[in-house]
């Protein structure tokens, strides 16, 4: 499981990540990228979505200490 910002060059599916306006997405590959599922939808807006994304990035790390 991998969550977070991406580089869209770094997988050929990351690509399909790009969602317009404040979207969510969610990629799952099942078995050797034979089943792809593509989810998209609305997101929270920009202001939670970051402070969100922010506040999950600090847990990680304190948990790491």
Known sequence: M???????DDHPL???????GVENALLTLEGAEEN???F???GAGPDP???????DAKNILHMRD
């Open 2 to 8: 991998s969550a977070g910002f991406k580089h869209v």
């Open 14 to 20: 990351y690509k399909n990540l790009i969602v317009p």
């Open 36 to 38: 792809i599922y593509l």
């Open 40 to 42: 998209r939808g609305p």
């Open 49 to 55: 979505t970051t402070d969100s994304m922010i506040a």
